[in-house]
């Protein structure tokens, strides 16, 4: 399923009415129907219920009486109060105004002080709440009237259906000035807006319902280069093993992970790596912690390194040993919990220039590059970079606020600009292509913001390089599934570990479903 920015979906409405014949009016019942019917299921049943619409000038505000007509049909008792400019309404919404008089339903304009006190009283009494106020045109500061309506809104604390984003939040970005509308569901009209699964507008869709509301699926699949990595998506991610395959044909990871301190970043990267599959996994460690590793791993083989001091590596017996590692292995994973010593990072910078072999950039191994993000176009692949958006920002040298300001475009840019996979790690996981595409990850949950858990990300992903084609994807999609399935055992009391031993249920899920395809 695609996901639209805000003029995209402008685009596709445009499309299907003048392209396709679709009259304006018709999608707005539609949209009217489907909120209407998600009113219903979540209250179970709207007969003889109390149910506010508010309604902006735009055709956002349409979609909301329409769904009023409908609920009034079913036996609501309706009251609709319409904020912003009169005359900036549109030819549609004015349409809805009129049939709405028709049915005798009440409709106030909010602009005496008595009406909003008629809408308090409606909202102290109000079984339910539809937010059809602001849409997906809105960018910036919410305008003093509807600053104070969507703070009355949640002052009252009643359930909220948002029509296509809560009113308040913008489409593209997911930003929150002031406030915005707090929904327990959302209704996306067409497809889904970047705002339903980055924060902070995340926070406040509650539970999501998609409807392409007859928009053909020609045009819902048309020119949109952001994509929702769902199940569907996902089960074309990982072949079918065939009978012959051994362990050196499912994959030879070299890892190169962990410092004095942080072996623990090694072990779990090393680990998740065998646990999606991949048949030798070798980590190359600092010499003097070697007896640590065997002692803590048995499946993954390790290789000892030259030190400069005790724990760290670098120098050029350790380049030398790691580039004699790397002609043997499919691809390498390098990062977790290296260190930053100045030796290291040189290490890391001179194998990642000169190995001829598909690398994972995790980490430490990402800040070797803060201030000279262009040199990884010397890497002989296309690498893939997992950071977290504090690292993200310090390669880019922007703040966190400013990354998060318009992260799809930042990490899409990124990802161009420095011809990578960009795997950003977040309440989302956002995957840029140099190509420009995008992938959106709703999978994961807020008990995986633990320690190591991006370790196994970098480990998953490294896992599955010589198995698909596709391993940055099938990477975030079991690794947000595994995190789920661990979530319901250990809820926020899951560590890094319990990600990693769910991994193999989460391939078992998806071959289940490849199954059923």
Excluded at 42 to 70: E, P, Q, T
Excluded at 408 to 426: G, T
């Amino acid at each position: 399923m695609k996901i639209a920015l805000a003029k995209q979906m402008h685009e596709i409405d445009d499309t299907a009415i003048n392209d396709f014949g679709l009259i304006e009016l018709a999608l707005m019942e539609s949209a009217g129907h489907r909120v209407a019917q998600a009113a219903k299921n979540f209250l179970n049943g709207v007969d003889k219920k109390s149910i506010c619409i508010l309604a902006g000038s735009g055709n956002n505000g349409g979609d909301a009486l329409a769904a009023a007509r409908y609920l009034s049909n079913a036996g609501a008792r309706v009251k609709i109060f319409l904020v912003g400019n009169k005359n900036h309404r549109t030819d549609s919404l004015n349409t809805q105004i009129r049939i709405l008089r028709g049915m005798t339903v009440e409709i106030q304009q909010l602009e005496s002080d008595r009406a909003w006190e008629r809408l308090q009283i409606t909202l102290r009494f109000a079984d339910a709440v539809v937010d059809g106020i602001l849409g997906t045109g809105f960018f910036g500061e919410i305008r003093p009237s509807a600053l104070r309506l969507i703070r009355l809104i949640n002052s009252m604390s009643k359930p909220v259906i948002s029509i296509d984003i809560p009113s308040g939040v913008e489409s593209d970005t997911g930003f929150v000035g002031e406030t915005a509308v707090h929904a327990n569901c959302t209704v996306a009209l067409g497809l889904p807006k970047p705002c339903h699964f980055i924060c902070p507008g995340a926070n406040y869709v509650g539970k999501l319902i998609i409807d392409d509301i007859g928009i053909p699926q020609k045009i819902l699949n048309g020119d949109i280069h952001q994509t929702l990595l769902d199940d569907e998506l996902a089960v074309t991610f990982l072949p079918a093993r065939s009978k012959d395959v051994h362990k050196g044909s499912c994959g030879k990871i070299l890892v190169v992970a962990g410092s004095r301190g942080m072996t623990g970043a090694a072990c779990l990267a090393s680990m998740s790596a065998l646990k999606v599959g991949a048949g030798l996994v070798t980590l190359a460690v600092p010499e003097s912690l070697n007896d640590l590793y065997e002692v803590k791993l048995t499946e993954v083989m390790t290789s000892l390194l030259d030190e400069t001091k005790s724990g760290i590596i670098g120098g050029n017996k350790a380049i030398g040993a790691l580039t004699d590692l790397a002609a043997k292995a499919d691809a390498i994973l390098i990062g977790p919990g290296l260190g930053r010593a100045t030796e290291t990072l040189d290490l890391v910078n001179k194998i990642v220039s000169t190995v001829d072999k598909p690398l994972i950039l995790d980490a430490d191994a990402i800040f070797a590059f803060n201030g000279k993000g262009e040199d990884l176009k010397n890497c002989k692949h296309v690498p893939i970079l997992t950071p977290h958006l504090g690292e993200l920002a310090a390669l880019l040298n922007i703040s966190v606020e400013e990354l998060r300001r318009s992260l799809i475009e930042n990490v899409r840019k990124a990802a161009q600009d420095f011809r990578a996979i960009i795997v950003a790690k977040s309440e989302c996981t956002v995957i840029a292509y140099p190509n420009g595409e995008i992938f959106i990850s709703p999978l994961g949950n807020s008990s995986m913001a633990t320690a190591g858990s991006g370790d196994v990300l970098a480990g998953t992903i490294a896992g599955l390089m010589k198995l698909t084609p596709f391993a940055p994807l099938a990477g975030v999609y079991l690794h947000g599934t595994a995190g789920n399935f661990a979530h319901v055992e250990k809820s926020e009391g899951l560590v890094a570990s319990d990600i990693m031993e769910n991994l193999p249920k989460a391939i078992k899920k998806l071959r289940q479903l490849q199954e059923k395809n």
